[in-house]
């Protein structure tokens, strides 16, 4: 058994409850976050030699004004 399940396992209900609602609550923030990125200019990641543009951000490039 892992240290994180061992971990687990000795949090409380009120702990475990807690934990849930800020890990939901993080996650849809950042899923807003993102979402409203992607909406209002454009999304553009960069990760070693992968580029990735969604939105206005790409159309901005192609066109060779971003």
């Not at 849930?20 to 990760?47: C, F, H, K, P, Q």
């Amino acid at each position: 058994m892992s240290n994180l399940v061992r971990w687990w396992e000795r949090r409380s209900d009120g702990e475990k409850l807690a934990l849930g609602i800020v890990g939901g609550l993080a996650a849809v923030a950042t899923g807003g976050a993102l979402a409203y990125a992607i909406a209002a200019e454009g999304l553009v990641v960069a990760s070693g030699g992968t580029l990735i543009v969604v939105g206005k951000a790409a159309t901005k490039m192609l066109r060779g004004r971003g």
